[in-house]
């Protein structure tokens, strides 16, 4: 295992939760925040006096202002980075820091949301895009759709390595087949290949199954430096490195769409926590939909560019998304936290569905989390080891 350098203070998770999740229609997205934060605040054991960090985006007109006072803390350091689904490893990057440079000392980041919920009552509807100012007005007039943007991108992977639909749907497949042994995950039951090609057309070549599920739901979670650790109810999970990087927010500014900005954020995390792709032996990556589990694998170095489509044919390779992730788990919308808190259980060895284990039975030393935001225009990457 790599060493820390001398002198440097280590970081480590120290709690993890998921609040109430898939269907909640009685449910305020406050309310999803505060069940998180409190379910990881007991997995932790530490008293919320020693909370003097938040890291929160996506609700209210003052994140993570609002989201402090309702849950009734008063942080000296405070994060709102709001990049889309990488938003969370991106947080737990600069929380990290700020620990390390003793900004905090303890750093909650907390997520919920009840997107599927607001659309059932009505109380929003679904939105093709992210709106139409700024570069983005110069897409929106042709219908350039959200779910367009990743469909296009994974047509030209198909043109240019070959990939195939079918090797685009394995991925939904194992997704579901991880999804159903976890009862937490919102949708169980099995699915094909063909279940997947058969399925009504989204966006070309997407159709429904290619594309993540919308549910509601939270999570939290909670670092602290090393020296909280010997009060900590579990052993520690440490952050050994991270890395971030912007690639684009116009396509036509995009220079190469087999390629996302995972591959600059995972070459700095590996590159920070001193280890390989091939050490980590468990990968959680962002699937909002199929094309950029395969195209995120291949960036974080698991296989060759190219190679992602071959990859889940493959018997001995890395496991990936062993909640179901958001193809078959859960999708409230910026997913990355969820990443953070399955790489987490499967380290300590308290996956509720599958959990990964060496050959000789022995849990797992090193998961790598890493989210995209936007149509692949940011990416954070987090790697994590087994105290």
Same mark, same amino acid.
């Given at each position: 295992?790599?060493?820390?350098?001398r002198?440097?203070?280590?970081?480590?998770?120290? *709690?993890?939760?998921?609040? &109430?999740?898939?269907?909640?229609?009685?449910?305020?997205?406050?309310?999803?925040?505060?069940?998180?934060?409190?379910?990881?605040?007991a997995?932790?054991?530490?008293?919320?006096?020693a909370?003097?960090?938040?890291?929160?985006a996506g609700?209210g007109?003052?994140?993570?202002?609002?989201v402090?006072?309702?849950?009734?803390?008063?942080?000296?350091?405070?994060?709102?980075?709001?990049?889309?689904?990488?938003?969370?490893?991106?947080?737990?990057?600069?929380?990290?820091?700020?620990?390390?440079? *003793?900004?905090?000392?303890?750093?909650l980041?907390?997520?919920?949301?009840?997107?599927?919920?607001?659309?059932?009552?009505?109380?929003?509807?679904?939105?093709?895009?992210?709106?139409?100012?700024?570069p983005?007005?110069?897409?929106?007039?042709?219908?350039?759709?959200?779910?367009?943007?990743?469909?296009?991108?994974?047509?030209?992977?198909?043109?240019?390595?070959?990939?195939t +639909?079918?090797?685009?749907?394995?991925?939904?497949?194992?997704?579901?087949?991880?999804?159903?042994?976890?009862?937490e995950?919102?949708?169980?039951?099995?699915?094909?290949?063909?279940?997947?090609?058969?399925?009504?057309?989204?966006?070309?070549?997407?159709?429904?199954?290619?594309?993540?599920?919308?549910?509601?739901?939270?999570?939290?979670? +909670?670092?602290?430096?090393?020296e909280?650790?010997?009060?900590?109810?579990?052993?520690?999970?440490?952050?050994l490195?991270?890395?971030?990087?912007?690639?684009?927010?116009?396509?036509?500014?995009?220079?190469?769409?087999?390629?996302?900005?995972?591959?600059?954020s995972?070459?700095?995390?590996?590159?920070?926590?001193?280890?390989?792709?091939?050490?980590?032996?468990?990968?959680e990556?962002?699937?909002?939909f199929?094309?950029?589990?395969?195209?995120?694998?291949?960036?974080?170095?698991?296989?060759?560019?190219?190679?992602?489509?071959?990859?889940?044919?493959?018997?001995?390779?890395?496991?990936v998304?062993? &909640?179901?992730g958001?193809?078959?788990?859960?999708?409230?919308?910026?997913?990355? +936290?969820?990443?953070?808190?399955?790489?987490?259980?499967?380290?300590?060895?308290?996956?509720?569905?599958?959990?990964?284990?060496?050959? &000789? *039975?022995?849990?797992?030393?090193?998961?790598?989390?890493?989210?995209? *935001?936007?149509?692949?225009?940011?990416?954070?990457?987090v790697?994590l080891?087994?105290?």
């Amino acid at each position: 295992m790599p060493t820390t350098p001398r002198g440097r203070r280590r970081v480590a998770v120290v *709690g993890i939760s998921l609040s &109430d999740g898939g269907r909640v229609d009685e449910a305020t997205p406050y309310a999803l925040h505060a069940q998180a934060a409190r379910r990881a605040l007991a997995d932790s054991g530490l008293d919320r006096s020693a909370i003097d960090g938040l890291a929160s985006a996506g609700l209210g007109a003052l994140a993570p202002v609002e989201v402090a006072e309702y849950l009734g803390l008063r942080p000296r350091w405070v994060d709102s980075t709001s990049v889309g689904g990488a938003t969370w490893e991106v947080m737990a990057a600069h929380a990290a820091d700020a620990i390390v440079a *003793g900004h905090a000392n303890a750093v909650l980041l907390v997520y919920g949301s009840t997107a599927r919920a607001d659309i059932r009552a009505r109380r929003r509807t679904g939105n093709l895009s992210f709106g139409s100012r700024g570069p983005l007005q110069f897409e929106v007039p042709y219908g350039h759709s959200l779910v367009a943007k990743y469909a296009m991108a994974a047509r030209r992977h198909m043109h240019e390595y070959g990939t195939t +639909l079918e090797q685009l749907a394995a991925v939904a497949v194992e997704a579901r087949a991880n999804a159903a042994h976890n009862p937490e995950a919102m949708f169980r039951e099995p699915i094909t290949v063909d279940d997947v090609l058969d399925g009504p057309m989204i966006a070309d070549p997407f159709t429904k199954l290619h594309c993540c599920i919308r549910s509601d739901g939270g999570c939290a979670v +909670l670092l602290a430096a090393e020296e909280y650790v010997p009060d900590t109810a579990k052993a520690p999970v440490w952050i050994l490195g991270t890395g971030e990087h912007v690639s684009h927010t116009t396509m036509s500014e995009w220079a190469d769409f087999t390629v996302s900005p995972a591959a600059v954020s995972g070459r700095l995390a590996f590159e920070r926590a001193g280890v390989r792709p091939a050490d980590v032996e468990v990968a959680e990556v962002y699937d909002a939909f199929t094309y950029m589990t395969l195209v995120t694998l291949e960036d974080l170095g698991f296989c060759a560019k190219g190679e992602g489509g071959a990859f889940f044919a493959e018997e001995d390779r890395i496991p990936v998304n062993t &909640d179901g992730g958001g193809l078959s788990a859960c999708h409230p919308g910026m997913r990355g +936290l969820f990443l953070l808190v399955e790489a987490v259980r499967q380290l300590r060895g308290e996956a509720p569905g599958v959990q990964v284990r060496r050959p &000789d *039975g022995s849990l797992p030393e090193l998961a790598v989390a890493s989210g995209t *935001g936007g149509w692949f225009c940011s990416s954070g990457t987090v790697v994590l080891a087994r105290g």
